[in-house]
């Protein structure tokens, strides 16, 4: 049987109104009496019914998070920062998942934003721009894109440079001087800001950057990093250390190779990833790498979306989030 207002009302010795009062989050009710109301609420399993309330605001009470690959462990970790948040916000999550087809993107944007099917969107992706997003500015739905900085959008991210800097420089303060560097082709991976944060540690320390020794991969699995040690090898001067900005399982390739070639990982070949895994932990030797506060950027996104949306918010903000450099045996 379903839950109605009066039900709870009664139970809770209030009117109907101070009960629809609380479940909408209004002022002037005392805090005794709101957590009377929320807990006999919860007793009698109440739902609020979204969609007589979304004709009553014009608010669907629903958020779109849009992401560029359901399978990257980067976007899975987002996701569980945005769901964790959200057991406490009376918003729905709908997800939509682009699969990298930028044609689909667009035309999914051009939807979303037209249909007024939701109220906000958080986007997780490194390479859409902000021409791409204007149509939600256009049709005036909240947006916020995670992982890269927007001048003119709302965005949470990460100082990328600054991960790959400290990576590549605690190399150089190891002893390493050849230092391989490992990129990806891939779509959503922000690898040009850790290039330039690579390149910026050896200039600090008076380093060449070695042509023979940048790598550029297709994508960003174990089997690129195996290919990768096949071409290293047998460079001469082979590097003593490798940065895989590409990310943790194209280093995880790269530590199962050398180990299968008889190469000591750190002794002969010291190894660094990006992005911090659960897999970069369980490998051996583990592995050394960068830290992305993905929990923690799911968290800013999913609260900065809710408070755009209901007014408490207005102009762009951005919201940078630090990396944190984690040492492990690989290094």
């Known amino acids: 049987m379903t839950v109605t207002l009066k039900d709870i009302a009664i139970r809770a010795g209030v009117t109907s109104a101070t009960v629809s009062m609380v479940i909408n989050n209004k002022p002037n009710i005392s805090e005794t009496t709101r957590k009377k109301v929320l807990k006999i609420a919860k007793e009698l399993n109440y739902y609020p019914n979204v969609i007589a309330r979304g004709l009553a605001t014009k608010k669907s009470n629903s958020i779109g998070v849009i992401v560029p690959n359901l399978a990257s462990s980067f976007v899975v970790r987002v996701l569980q920062g945005i769901k964790s948040t959200n057991r406490d916000i009376e918003y729905t999550v709908q997800l939509f998942d682009t699969i990298g087809q930028k044609e689909r993107e667009s035309q999914l944007f051009q939807r979303l934003a037209r249909e007024r099917r939701i109220d906000g969107v958080i986007l997780i992706s490194s390479t859409v721009t902000e021409e791409e997003l204007n149509v939600f500015a256009e049709e005036s739905v909240p947006s916020i894109i995670v992982a890269r900085r927007c001048e003119h959008l709302d965005s949470v991210y990460v100082n990328n440079e600054q991960g790959a800097f400290d990576a590549t420089e605690y190399l150089i303060t190891k002893g390493h001087r050849n230092i391989a560097c490992i990129t990806t082709r891939k779509q959503g991976i922000p690898t040009e800001e850790r290039y330039n944060g690579y390149l910026r540690a050896l200039r600090s320390h008076q380093i060449e950057a070695r042509s023979d ?119």
């Open 213 to 331: 020794i940048l790598f550029d991969v297709n994508d960003d699995g174990m089997e690129d990093g195996i290919e990768i040690f096949d071409r290293l090898k047998n460079i001469v001067p082979r590097p003593t250390a490798v940065f895989v900005p590409a990310g943790d399982m194209v280093a995880i390739g790269i530590v199962k190779e050398a180990k299968r070639e008889g190469i000591k990982v750190p002794d002969d070949l010291a190894i660094v990833g990006y992005d911090d895994i659960p897999a970069a932990e369980v490998i051996e030797p583990a592995l050394t790498t960068v830290r992305q506060p993905k929990l923690e950027m799911g968290d800013y996104a999913i609260n900065m979306i809710v408070d755009k949306i209901e007014g408490r918010e207005s102009g762009i903000k951005h919201k940078e989030l630090p990396t944190k450099f984690i040492i492990r045996e690989s290094t």
